[in-house]
């Protein structure tokens, strides 16, 4: 059974950082492309980010590029979110999604001082 | 980027009824399209994949159609446990764009 865990938000002030983490098992983590999406309080879902099966292609929303990266650990088999200057429109449940089949249950990230 | 609409953005509709969402797309992506049911508090689920296709454990009820620009997802026969979200989704691009959604509920 695929298992997608994230972890790592919380509340941060805005103009802070924080590193959202995503913990996945019941597949071969290193041959699927992982992906970010979020969704703000009472909003639609939106694509965040994406990166390929070896890490080498990443892709972002113009809204967080320059601000967010990606990158993933096969070895340990997790995903990661770096996000940097953090704004209030950034608060949302940060899902990691495999394949945009199987989806983890999300992590609440809230920048707000 | 591509942009997704989507309309209705709420209906609705009574148990039984026949329920149909628009998603175009705003340029054409073939075939590359999903559909999800949002419940309250949940995460996405994923319903209809290449447009047309049913994916599994999902009820015949659900369907979709269409490519190119225009797609129409439709529920044959309402139930109420089909009260949710419906987002429309491109993966024609890397950069995977969401429609705004169609909130469904019962009359």
């Known amino acids: 059974e695929v298992q997608l865990v994230e972890s790592g938000g919380g509340l941060v002030q805005p103009g802070g950082s924080l590193r959202l983490s995503c913990s996945a098992s019941?597949?071969?983590?290193?041959?699927?492309?992982m992906h970010w999406v979020r969704q703000a309080p009472g909003k639609g879902l939106e694509y965040v980010s994406a990166?390929?099966?070896?890490?080498?292609?990443?892709y972002y929303a113009d809204s967080v590029k320059g601000r967010f990266t990606i990158s993933r650990d096969n070895s340990k088999n997790t995903l990661y979110l770096q996000m940097s200057s953090l704004r209030a429109e950034d608060t949302a449940v940060y899902y990691c999604?495999?394949?945009?089949?199987?989806w983890g249950q999300g992590t609440l990230v809230t920048v707000s001082s | 980027d591509i942009q997704m609409t989507q309309s209705p953005s709420s209906l609705s509709a009574s148990v039984g009824d026949r329920v149909t969402i628009t998603c175009q797309a705003s340029q054409d992506i073939s075939n590359y399209l999903n559909w999800y049911q949002q419940k309250p508090g949940k995460a996405p689920k994923l319903l209809i994949y290449d447009a047309s296709n049913l994916e599994t454990g999902v009820p015949s009820r659900f369907s979709g159609s269409g490519s190119g620009t225009d797609f129409t997802f439709t529920i044959s026969s309402l139930q109420p446990e089909d009260i949710a979200t419906y987002y429309c989704q491109q993966y024609d691009n890397p950069l995977f764009t969401f429609g705004p959604g169609t909130k469904v509920d019962i009359k």
């Open positions: 990166i390929s099966s070896n890490g080498g292609s990443t």
């Open positions: 019941g597949f071969t983590f290193s041959s699927y492309a």
């Open positions: 999604v495999k394949g945009l089949g199987d």
